[in-house]
């Protein structure tokens, strides 16, 4: 099963969600072993909210587009420092870039990433879209469908899609599957529009789930049911 996983750069962090956590970095890297060794293939957008966001700077008062591509970088330092505790756990692993940082990360090239991808190697996709103005969310369903993944994975801390925020209204309700009209319909923040757009354009299955729970990886690559599962219909 080819995934593509889209991470928070707050999951890199530390207990607050900023900076570069190492001792953080190790849970999840034990994660994603598991989950190559039960036969996955795997690519990993990483936001960079942890080290700077863009909307925040542009709210600020910076402009947006400068702002956007300052977010940007932060996407590359995590794919890079990620990347570098996956080797440490014996992984192969290839740092792709939508924009241009000779030396430091490879130019993004769809047939090159698929080719990694099905030798075994986790692919990082750093760098966004390579447009402002655009989220990570967006360009994780992007690159899925780019690299013909299986589904979209979204990690998230808690275990699936709520009727509303879990950790305030203890009256939520946990969906196990939705259709994109549903999650349009009932105005449920899974992903950015144009992200939900994407997946239901091009029939891609999105599943939001619980990336602190152990094991949750490898059971979705043995076809197991984790978290919440959103497909066109």
């Known amino acids: 099963m080819r995934v593509l996983l889209k991470l928070s750069g707050e999951a890199l962090g530390g207990g607050d969600g900023r900076?570069?956590?190492p001792a953080g970095l190790a849970p999840l890297a034990?994660?994603?072993?598991?989950?190559?060794?039960?036969?996955?293939?795997?690519g990993i957008v990483v936001g960079g909210g942890n080290l700077v966001r863009g909307a925040a700077l542009a709210e600020a008062g910076s402009d947006r587009v400068t702002a956007d591509h300052i977010g940007t970088l932060g996407t590359i330092m995590n794919g890079l420092?990620?990347?570098?505790?996956?080797?440490?756990h014996g992984l192969k692993t290839r740092v792709f870039s939508s924009v241009a940082v000779a030396g430091i990360a490879e130019g993004y090239q769809r047939?090159?990433?698929v080719a990694a991808l099905a030798e075994g190697t986790v692919c990082f996709f750093t760098g966004g879209t390579g447009n402002p103005l655009f989220t990570t969310d967006t360009a994780a369903c992007l690159r899925g469908?780019?690299?013909?993944a299986d589904l979209v994975l979204k990690a998230?801390?808690?275990?699936?899609?709520?009727?509303?925020?879990?950790n305030r209204d203890a009256t939520a309700t946990r969906f196990d599957e939705l259709t994109y009209n549903e999650v349009l319909s009932r105005g449920l923040a899974v992903?950015?529009?144009?992200?939900?757009?994407?997946?239901?354009?091009?029939?891609?299955?999105?599943?939001v789930f619980d990336m602190t729970t152990p094991g949750g990886l490898a059971r979705i690559v043995r076809g197991e049911p984790v978290g919440t599962r959103i497909a066109a219909e």
Do not use: N
Not at 145 to 148: L, P
């Open 81 to 88: 420092a990620m990347a570098e505790v996956l080797k440490q």
């Open 111 to 113: 047939d090159a990433a």
């Open 145 to 148: 469908i780019e690299v013909q």
């Open 191 to 207: 992903m950015d529009l144009p992200a939900i757009w994407l997946c239901q354009d091009h029939g891609m299955p999105l599943v």
């Open 30 to 42: 034990l994660e994603i072993r598991e989950f190559m060794d039960a036969g996955g293939e795997l």
């Open 19 to 21: 900076g570069l956590e």
């Open 156 to 166: 998230t801390k808690v275990d699936g899609v709520y009727s509303a925020d879990p």
